[in-house]
């Protein structure tokens, strides 16, 4: 009665979204996979004695799939949740793609996705049982199932184990020995299925087992690949990914469907610095996310990175001069197929003799943003500042760290926001560890006069020229574009990433600092800039429990010299999401 209940809720709430759906492909939910037409049917007349919205499909693999929908995606989502709960389909079950689908074989003559139809004739069927129950099975007995089992390999009988743990009714050691708790678990899986409880499978209900531990394998396609060139033969998801190019050290697989799916497999001769070098340059790109648990040992590594939609894994290890690993990239909401393509990977990894040629993709496009192929991960604003004390303090602009993940100078040292005012739009910043400034700030004690000659040091074009530049203006006015106080106007043509740069005098001391060009509504002329005074500024670092260094009275420096300060000085400060 409940499930009866529970499928007219679903009927009432998702129905007309789910017509929706079948206009835009929509996702499914996956509840079955069988070998065979006719157990198929079977299995999808069952669910739908029960359940509403179900539909098969033939696979690329040759099995068959038996799926509740199409919905939208949220949808889908809660029916799983639900239906899970409640019992009613396998706690396997996942989400699947229309990609992933053939022809149509339920309901008979059905034709939802234009992919043509099965059409062998089905018998009439007696009731099923629900979903999870299976007619009692007598392909053997107790005693002959014993014999059959003594048959298995090693390998068999753990891979029994792991399929008994991946249901839930196992917890213990994967040894391949049958034990009271692997008998238990046998029995409780043949109960939960409608079996007798014998503690002992049968060769049916081992089968049965394995093709449901395997089903989301299948679903994406898992085929040994064998690379000559780069030495490796591994099980990969071939049937959502397809082999791109090489780019040495990488092999490059791209998404074939819709899931989003990558991987990489890597080759490279080299010694414990190459494989340190790679572990620095892969958490530098945009597949592996900031955020997940990562180590470097002496001849491996292992890299995991989860946000913006992904979860990256990325294992190698240096053998006998040799490099070897790989990195799958797999959409974020998928975590169980994932798991499990993941362990696959791992379980199949075979370096063999050869090594991908270093000279392998060299005509490749070729950017200072790519790294063999891979983009480099970049953050979302990238703004300049300066050191104000011996241990590394920075001062920038507030624009820099609003919504800020993650903050960052040049290379991956975390600053913490120390203080911030962002009205007038000036923020302090602490190294996690103490930094050695080449050159820090000399906060002027003169007053600027209007018409004198000033020179702002920015990284202009946030990073892309990998040092900051001078540009030179002139004091225009000692108060803001509406008379306030604490704020200058310049007669300078500054960039965005020129903002929280340091503004000299001719003295090489520091008068101000750059603040980002005022947008409400308005566009000033380019050579209009702004900037907070060093009294401002001064404030703020006493706020923030640091003592701005003044400058004396001295001569006008050379332009090499006033270079050779902002250089020591001016660092970019990173903003990542």
């Not at 996702?27 to 049917?41: H, N």
């Not at 089968?207 to 990969?236: C, E, T, W, Y």
Request: hydrophobic content about 40%; aromatic content about 8%.
């Amino acid at each position: 009665m409940t499930r009866i209940l529970t499928a007219i809720l679903f009927l009432f709430l998702f129905g007309t979204r789910a017509v929706f759906a079948q206009q835009d492909a929509g996702v499914w939910v996956q509840v079955e996979a069988q070998p065979s037409l006719r157990e198929a049917q079977e299995r999808a007349q069952a669910y739908a004695s029960f359940l509403p919205d179900v539909n098969g499909f033939r696979l690329n693999s040759g099995w068959y799939a038996i799926v509740i929908g199409p919905y939208l995606r949220n949808d889908a989502e809660q029916v799983l949740r639900v239906y899970r709960a409640e019992g009613q389909i396998p706690a396997d079950s996942y989400i699947a793609f229309s990609n992933a689908l053939g022809q149509q074989f339920w309901p008979i003559g059905a034709n939802i996705l234009d992919r043509g139809v099965v059409t062998a004739p089905v018998e009439p069927q007696p009731e099923q049982p629900a979903v999870g129950l299976t007619p009692q099975a007598s392909d053997e007995t107790r005693s002959q199932a014993l014999q059959s089992e003594r048959l298995l390999t090693a390998k068999e009988r753990q891979d029994l184990q792991t399929a008994l743990q991946a249901a839930g009714f196992y917890n213990s050691t994967i040894d391949g020995a049958f034990g009271q708790g692997t008998r238990r678990s046998m029995g409780d899986w043949q109960r939960f299925n409608g079996y007798e409880a014998t503690g002992v499978l049968t060769t049916a209900q081992r089968k049965a087992l394995m093709d449901d531990f395997n089903a989301p394998l299948l679903s994406v396609g898992m085929d040994r690949h064998l690379d000559a060139q780069a030495g490796i033969n591994v099980d990969l998801p071939l049937g959502v990914i397809t082999f791109d190019r090489y780019e040495a050290p990488f092999v490059h697989f791209n998404n074939s469907t819709d899931l989003g799916a990558k991987a990489l497999l890597i080759s490279q001769k080299g010694d414990k610095a190459t494989l340190r070098a790679l572990y620095e340059v892969m958490q530098s790109l945009e597949i592996v996310p900031l955020d997940g648990p990562r180590q470097l040992r002496g001849d491996s590594f292992s890299l995991e990175g989860r946000g913006n939609g992904i979860v990256s894994y990325s294992e190698a290890r240096l053998d006998n001069g040799q490099i070897k690993g790989f990195t799958l990239v797999w959409p974020e909401d998928d975590d169980a197929r994932r798991a499990r393509v993941l362990a696959a990977i791992k379980a199949s990894f075979t370096p063999t003799g050869a090594v991908l040629d270093a000279s392998a993709g060299a005509d490749a496009e070729q950017r200072i943003d790519l790294v063999s192929g891979l983009q480099i991960r970049k953050p979302r604003l990238s703004r300049s500042g300066f050191f104000t004390d011996a241990d590394g303090t920075v001062l920038t602009v507030s624009e820099a760290i609003n919504n800020c993940t993650r903050i960052t100078l040049d290379g991956d040292q975390e600053l913490q926001v120390a203080w911030s005012d962002a009205d007038l739009g000036i923020a302090v910043l602490r190294p996690s560890r103490n930094l050695v400034p080449v050159n820090v700030a000399e906060f002027s004690i003169d007053a600027p006069r209007i018409q004198s000659e000033v020179a702002v040091s920015g990284f202009s074009y946030q990073g892309a020229l990998g040092a900051p530049t001078l540009t030179y203006g002139q004091i225009a006015d000692l108060r803001g574009l509406n008379g306030e106080d604490g704020v200058k106007r310049l007669a300078l043509a500054a960039q965005p990433g020129d903002a929280g740069g340091p503004v000299f005098d001719g003295n090489g001391q520091v008068v101000g600092m750059l603040l980002p060009t005022p947008t409400e509504g308005r566009t000033l002329p380019e050579t209009v800039s702004l900037a907070a005074t060093a009294n401002r500024l001064n404030e703020a670092l006493t706020n923030a429990g640091v003592s701005g260094q003044s400058g004396q009275s001295a001569a006008q420096v050379s332009p090499n010299e006033l270079s050779r300060r902002a250089t020591g000085m001016t660092v970019l400060v990173h903003c990542w999401d």
